[in-house]
């Protein structure tokens, strides 16, 4: 108690003495017993100052005070109407309490002088006990969290408690003396977990600036963060400050300017009675409100959904426009019969409308009006009923003439079952817990688009108020026995909105994204340059099975020339799946066909180089030792029938895995929107999230790239045979370019360029120098016989080598001159003499080598002298 006091003025130094006094009063014939009494203050409003200045009766906030009126009855009559174990609790009460209604008006300048109308800073007098200006010992009020604020200054320093039925503001927790009868951040986690239900991730807030609207926005930003949430707060001027000549409302503009730059199509209004309707009026003109394309909810706006709730046709005709389709949340109650009918009664009832005419600190201000048969039944009457029912149970289970301080510790102790449910307040905050209550989502339509309107041509006009959703929020403990709130929607409906539909607003904006899609002039492109190789391909296959039988082509062998071409003709269709996008099926298809394609391609490409180099080697193997070889193309095919079927077993294992390659959007992080969404994003293909798919992805690698290396070092060590009998100077080329071409980048326009100038490599070296030599009828001697002596000479360290490269050559040397001439006689193709039935693709090889005796004791004895020399 002392750290809540710590920030206000200490009562010690102010009053000492009771409010409490006891009387001698006769309550049974023949019997006179001392009672203690006490005057309870009713500060609650019944009017409000509209833009003329003139006083008008809020109807709704009338029958609240006949709530608390109706609980002082029943604690004196000790009446069990409506709470049947009242009697019996308060059998043995010798406390008697009198009660007078004050009208703040809303305000809080006029709710500080109807307090300072008792001379509460006077000591109490000995007054006569019929007297009804005794200092009071409790406030029962006030209504909004400004008014009961600026109260608790004084009720503080007065050490008088004060017991609010409907003030939510934060700040009120750490106020001595205070306490309330409903909890103050329900409706709040109502309005947030509801837009949450609906999909809706961003808001807005919009208001007042007093401390209820400041709380609401405290406890609006904390269940938002909560749930994942972004809370856009626009905060407007308390209207009570504001000039009476702020005809056109501009203290309005600036906010809602603010609420239209937001670009939010949800909202939540934190209004006062004295703001709603110029705030709601401003929010039509702005295009905020009266539309389908927004969702407003309206939470603490209890007047909004009573009964007796209506508008004037003629003056506030837009106001009804911009609610139609519109939400209200509020705290709600069961139905509790035996209170409404004591409201009936009481509206039944002309003596009892005496009486409570007779309380009313103003009496003038009800003298002309009627009360209606069936008054309408709200939240605050609930409330208000208990909170005059807990003043009175402490007021009699409380000792002696007790003061302020032991009348609220007492106050904190309260547990009774109300017409709310079961009241109970925190021992420290004052605070009602909310033990199963629940937020009532109401629909406001207007009655004029009902079917059932008999009047659509009166001057009020009234709303249907449909629940369309109950939030209930019930006390749950967690496993470590932690308690927490369980928060859930039932009753769900259908919304209506403003255009009579059912269809909710978009929760945002229309995003405006790039997507950095591949231009069609750079995809026209990269298809052509596809079209070039698959073209190129198609066309030298077919002229290598047209000319199939003449010497150049034949020389390299007609199926490692056609399975090159199929090769690098599947790599160039790679280029198109690569270009699939948006507005195209099948993307993810696409995006596997990738790996599918160019592995393929590349393995039937890279292994058929791989085989050329190999039958190469062997040629070059046998002419160290002078043998007769023959190698067939089956010997060097197991390369490619290896390096597919790696290929295809890793593929298939790879596709009808979980972590396949789809297509993907990934976001630009440093380009967003107001509400962080990307405005800019690239499409992808790429696997799943997780490192499962290197283990697939890994092993291609080093397969294919392992082939690449192998042809190449292969091709190397042939690096020295002649063009004219080898094309392996052509392969050199193609290997070394597809190696440099392996390294670009992976975008689509310099991967299909990439693509197309790896193809090209492999195809224009190997097939153009065949095209040209397409006449020749065998390579000549000349050239046969400078580059086999010089490759002999590096190889096998002899005189002569000379190479047959793929048909059968009988070759034999014999001395026809003088010292240090050599001469190598080629005969004619023995495979053809044998028979033209002979496989084309059986290479023999004949080295027969003579040297002149002379040429070479004259070498032999060179050496000899030099080694002795040496």
Excluded at 22 to 31: I, K, P, R
Excluded at 267 to 278: M, T
Excluded at 298 to 324: K, N, Q
Aim: charged fraction near 20%; glycine fraction near 6%.
């Amino acid at each position: 108690m002392s750290e809540r006091g710590s920030n206000f003025i200490s009562s010690s130094d102010i009053i000492s003495a009771s409010r409490i006094r006891y009387t001698d009063q006769n309550y049974e014939v023949g019997e006179r017993q001392k009672r203690r009494q006490g005057h309870a203050m009713v500060l609650l409003p019944l009017s409000r100052r509209n833009d003329d200045g003139e006083r008008e009766l809020v109807e709704f906030r009338l029958y609240v005070q006949v709530a608390a009126f109706l609980a002082h009855k029943h604690l004196e009559n000790l009446e069990g109407s409506v709470l049947p174990h009242l009697p019996r609790r308060l059998g043995q009460c010798d406390f008697t309490m009198t009660t007078k209604h004050h009208d703040t008006q809303f305000s809080p300048i006029q709710a500080a002088r109807n307090v300072l109308d008792y001379d509460l800073f006077s000591p109490p007098k000995e007054e006569d006990p019929t007297n009804q200006q005794q200092q009071p010992f409790v406030i029962l009020g006030a209504a909004r969290s400004a008014v009961s604020q600026s109260i608790s200054y004084l009720s503080s320093a007065l050490q008088l408690p004060q017991v609010s039925a409907s003030s939510t503001a934060e700040a009120l927790d750490f106020a001595p003396y205070f306490a309330r009868t409903l909890p103050n951040t329900g409706d709040a986690h109502a309005s947030v977990y509801y837009l949450y239900t609906l999909g809706v991730r961003h808001f807005g807030l919009l208001f007042v600036m007093d401390s209820w609207g400041r709380r609401y926005e405290k406890d609006l930003q904390f269940f938002a963060q909560k749930y994942g949430m972004t809370l856009t707060t626009v905060p407007f001027s308390n209207p009570v400050a504001v000039k009476k000549d702020d005809s056109d409302g501009a203290i309005y503009k600036t906010a809602m300017q603010q609420l239209v730059d937001s670009k939010l199509k949800y909202f939540v209004a934190a209004l006062n009675p004295a703001s709603w309707k110029p705030v709601v009026r401003s929010a039509q003109q702005f295009g905020l409100m009266g539309n389908s394309d927004h969702l407003w909810l309206l939470p603490d706006l209890i007047e909004l959904v009573g009964e007796e709730f209506y508008l004037d046709r003629s003056t506030e005709m837009d106001i009804a426009l911009a609610l139609h389709g519109t939400g209200v949340v509020n705290l709600g109650v069961k139905p509790y019969p035996p209170f409404d009918h004591a409201m009936t009664n009481f509206a039944n009832d002309p003596e009892l409308q005496q009486e409570f005419l007779s309380r009313q600190a103003e009496p003038g201000l009800l003298q002309n009006y009627t009360f209606a048969e069936q008054p309408g039944r709200s939240l605050y009457q609930y409330l208000t009923y208990d909170a005059m029912i807990a003043i009175g149970i402490t007021a009699c289970e409380s000792t002696g003439l007790f003061t302020g301080r032991e009348f609220y510790e007492k106050l904190l102790d309260i547990d009774f079952l109300g017409v709310s449910g079961r009241v109970l307040l925190d021992n420290v905050t004052g605070t009602r817990l909310g033990a199963n209550l629940e937020y009532p989502i109401v629909n406001l339509v207007l009655s004029d688009y009902q079917e059932n309107n008999n009047n659509p041509a009166s001057s009020k006009v009234t709303f249907s108020r449909e629940t369309i959703a109950v939030v209930e929020v019930t006390p749950a403990m967690d496993e470590s026995g932690q308690s927490y709130n369980n928060i859930d929607v039932v009753h769900h409906q259908p919304f209506v909105h403003h255009d009579n539909s059912t269809t909710p607003p978009v929760a945002l904006p229309l995003l405006q994204e790039d997507l950095n899609l591949i231009p069609s002039s750079v995809l026209g492109f990269c298809l052509c340059l596809a079209g070039l190789v698959m073209l190129l391909s198609a066309f030298f296959a077919i002229w290598v099975w047209n000319n199939r039988t003449i010497f150049s082509v034949k020389s390299s062998q007609p199926p490692f020339l056609l399975q090159l071409c199929l090769g690098t003709f599947i790599v160039a269709v790679t280029i198109v799946p690569m270009g699939w996008q948006e507005d195209l099926p099948g993307l993810d298809a696409a995006c596997m066909s990738v790996p599918w394609t160019f592995c393929i391609g590349f393995a039937l490409a890279i292994s058929a180089l791989w085989s050329k180099a190999s039958r190469i080697l062997k040629l070059l193997d046998s002419s160290r030792g002078f043998r007769r070889v023959t190698v067939k193309a089956t010997d060097v095919m197991k390369s490619t029938v290896v390096l597919l079927g790696v290929n295809v077993v890793i593929l298939t294992a790879w596709t009808a895995s979980p972590f396949r390659m789809r297509w993907n959007r990934i976001p630009a992080e440093d380009n967003v929107d107001q509400f962080g969404r990307a405005t800019e994003s690239y499409g992808v293909c790429q696997p799943d999230e997780s490192q499962w798919y290197l283990f697939f992805a890994v092993p291609l690698v080093v397969a294919n790239v392992g082939a690449l290396v192998m042809a190449t070092y292969q091709s190397y060590r042939a690096r020295h045979i002649p063009c004219e009998l080898s094309e392996q100077g052509y392969l050199n080329v193609s290997l070394v370019s597809l190696c440099e071409t392996f390294l670009f980048g992976t975008y689509y326009l310099v991967a299909s360029i990439a693509i197309c100038i790896g193809c090209l490599a492999i195809l224009l070296p190997v097939f153009l120098p065949k095209y040209w030599q397409r006449h020749a009828k065998g390579p000549s001697g000349t050239n046969l016989l400078s580059g086999s002596s010089d490759h002999s000479r590096k190889i096998s360290g002899t005189n002569i080598l000379a190479t047959a490269p793929s048909s059968s050559l009988h070759q034999q040397g014999s001395d026809h001159s003088n010292r240090g001439t050599r001469k190598v006689t080629i005969r004619g193709d023995r495979s053809r003499q044998a028979g033209d039935d002979e496989d084309p693709d059986v290479v023999s090889l004949r080295v027969e080598l003579t040297a002149v005796k002379e040429d070479w004791n004259a070498e032999h004895s060179m050496q000899a002298s030099r080694d002795m020399y040496a």
